[in-house]
C-alpha cells in the first residue's frame, strides 16, 4: 500500500514572499501520478499540478512549481509570490500510473498554509 | 457547463438512523469516488466505483454502502449512522484515460451524527 506524508501540519509565510510544502511517499510502484490540491475555506478541492513520475522535468503552474525527486521519493510543492489567496489546505496525493484502473488516490494530512499580508 | 453536485450539503441525524447522501456528475465519468475528511486525517478512500454495476471497498468502507445503477450517480448510503460517522464528505470523479488521473471534487456534505 502507498502512503503520503506532509511533515508541516501548518506554516505561514509573508505576502510576495516564496514558500516550500514538503511531501514524502512510500511505493514499490515504478509509474505513477503525484498531485497538489487546494482547499480553500470554501471546502473546494482544487488541483494545483500534477507530476508524471515518468518525466524528469518538474512540472510548473505559473506560479507554483514542484520539485519531484523520484529517488528520494520527495515531491515538495513550491509557491511563489505568495498572495493572500493562496491560504488554504494543501493536499499531496498519490496515484498508481493508469494502467489496471488504478484510478484510487492516496492523500497526506495535508498542510494548513497562511499568507500574511 | 459539465459539473459534479453533492446533497444535501449539510446534514443532521441521529444516532441508528440510515442516511444517504447523494452525488452527481454530468461529465459522463467512468469514476467515482467517495471520501471522508477528518481533520488530522486528510483525506480517506471510502468506496469506490470503475463503471455502471462496479463497486469496490476503499480503506474505510465499515458502516458504508454505495450502488451505481446508472453513469452519473453513486449515492453513498450510512446504514445505521455513527457519531464515529460525524465528518465531511466528498464525492470525486474522473475519466478512465485522458486527463491525467485528475478527479474533480464535489462540493462536499458536511454530516452531524447526533
Known amino acids: 500500500a502507498q502512503t503520503v506524508t506532509q511533515s508541516q501540519p501548518e506554516m505561514s509565510v509573508q505576502e510576495a514572499e516564496t514558500v516550500t510544502l514538503s511531501c514524502t511517499y512510500d511505493t514499490s510502484e515504478n509509474n505513477y501520478y503525484l498531485f497538489w490540491y487546494k482547499q480553500p475555506p470554501s471546502r473546494q478541492m482544487i488541483l494545483v499540478i500534477r507530476q508524471e513520475a515518468y518525466k524528469q522535468q518538474n512540472a510548473t503552474e505559473n506560479r507554483f512549481s514542484v520539485n519531484f525527486q523520484k529517488a528520494a521519493k520527495s515531491f515538495s510543492l513550491k509557491i511563489s509570490d505568495s498572495q493572500l489567496g493562496d491560504t488554504a489546505m494543501y493536499f499531496c496525493a498519490f496515484m498508481k500510473h493508469k494502467g489496471g484502473s488504478n484510478y484510487k488516490l492516496t492523500f497526506g494530512k495535508g498542510t494548513l498554509l497562511t499568507v500574511n499580508p | 457547463d459539465a459539473e459534479i453536485t453533492q446533497s444535501p450539503r449539510h446534514k443532521i441525524t441521529e444516532t441508528g438512523r440510515q442516511v444517504t447522501l447523494a452525488c452527481h456528475q454530468t461529465?459522463?465519468?467512468?469514476?467515482m469516488f467517495w471520501y471522508r475528511q477528518d481533520l488530522g486525517h486528510g483525506l480517506r478512500l471510502i468506496h469506490y466505483?470503475?463503471?455502471?454495476?462496479?463497486?469496490n471497498k476503499g480503506e474505510v468502507s465499515d458502516g458504508y454502502s454505495v450502488s451505481r445503477s446508472n453513469t452519473e450517480d453513486l449515492p453513498l448510503t450510512l446504514e445505521s449512522a455513527a457519531s464515529s460517522q460525524t465528518s465531511v464528505y466528498f464525492c470525486a470523479s474522473s475519466k478512465d484515460a485522458g486527463a491525467l488521473g485528475e478527479q474533480f471534487f464535489g462540493p462536499g456534505t458536511r454530516l452531524t451524527v447526533l
Open positions: 461529465w459522463n465519468h467512468n469514476n
Open positions: 466505483s470503475y463503471g455502471v454495476q462496479d463497486t
